[in-house]
């Protein structure tokens, strides 16, 4: 194991991921190289924290402008009792730490709008979009576009789920975000996690769906979900992917792109 400088705690610690065919030394020494930010610190990126850290991902950022509050706790499995009114983003770091102490964790406790985007994914590979809002996913697809980032993005609502793969900057036939959805619904069509609730272990499922395919992403392995969305029904126990093009007619990504820059998102 030499030939990929990893020390005896990793070999050992990783054991499980080096056994695999399609993992390796060499896919093990991808993640311990992989960049990854995560997009927020609440249900989806607990689980996605948790399992990049435990995985060896090396360079892992976490994005959010919270504080631990106790209706957190029934699905934000990073928190404790101990984390009220904690940064989200250093509670999480802890719990990372404390997983896997051979990573490093970089914070930014503060709330992503377009000032800061372009800054805050320049020095990753793949971008996590753990978000609970319309405003950021949109905004994240399109810096991910103007970029050149690779963006892997969750949703859960009440006993349903979704994750995607977005890279619309690699072309032909990979779909951006706005392939899907133009522009964002109208306030209050769609509710929020707060007000329609979650149940708990949905957004755990989510979250892990998305942090397998980053550590796909990392190490080049298998097939990945761009051009297709997983929708998932908790209640009915069932898991549906379909195809989704790239669509000519694109705001972002298409020939006649109306949106050139982030300034739409200035307000």
């Known amino acids: 194991m030499s030939d990929f400088d990893f020390s005896e705690n990793e070999v050992q610690r990783y054991a499980r991921h080096i056994v695999l065919k399609d993992v390796g030394g060499t896919g093990q020494m991808k993640l311990k190289r992989g960049r990854v930010l995560i997009v927020g610190a609440g249900g989806l990126g607990s689980p996605l924290a948790m399992y990049l850290a435990a995985a060896g991902v090396g360079s892992i950022g976490i994005v959010d402008a919270d504080t631990v509050e106790l209706s957190n706790l029934q699905r934000q499995i990073a928190h404790g009792m101990k984390d009220l009114g904690s940064?989200?983003?250093?509670?999480?770091?802890?719990?990372?730490?404390?997983?896997?102490?051979?990573?490093?964790?970089?914070?930014?406790?503060?709330?992503?709008?377009?000032?800061?985007?372009?800054?805050?994914?320049?020095?990753?590979?793949?971008?996590?979009?753990?978000?609970d809002n319309f405003e950021t996913r949109f905004l994240l697809n399109d810096a991910c576009y103007f970029a050149g980032k690779t963006l892997v993005s969750g949703a859960a609502l009440r006993f349903d789920g979704q994750v995607a793969t977005f890279k619309a900057h690699l072309g032909d036939p990979h779909p951006c975000y706005r392939c899907i959805y133009h522009s964002p619904p109208p306030e209050d069509a769609i509710p929020s996690c707060a007000q329609g609730g979650v149940l708990g272990s949905v957004v755990g499922m989510i979250g892990g769906i998305q942090a397998t395919e980053i550590l796909k992403e990392l190490m080049g392995i298998g097939d990945g979900l761009s051009g297709r969305l997983v929708i998932v029904d908790a209640l009915g126990a069932s898991f549906r992917k379909i195809k989704v093009p790239r669509d000519p007619g694109c705001p972002l990504c298409s020939e006649n792109a109306s949106i050139k820059d982030l300034s739409i998102h200035e307000h």
């Not at 719990?95 to 994914?121: F, K």
């Open 87 to 131: 940064p989200k983003v250093e509670s999480a770091k802890s719990t990372m730490l404390d997983m896997n102490p051979e990573i490093t964790v970089q914070t930014h406790n503060v709330r992503l709008d377009a000032s800061n985007v372009m800054g805050l994914i320049a020095d990753y590979d793949v971008i996590a979009d753990g978000s």
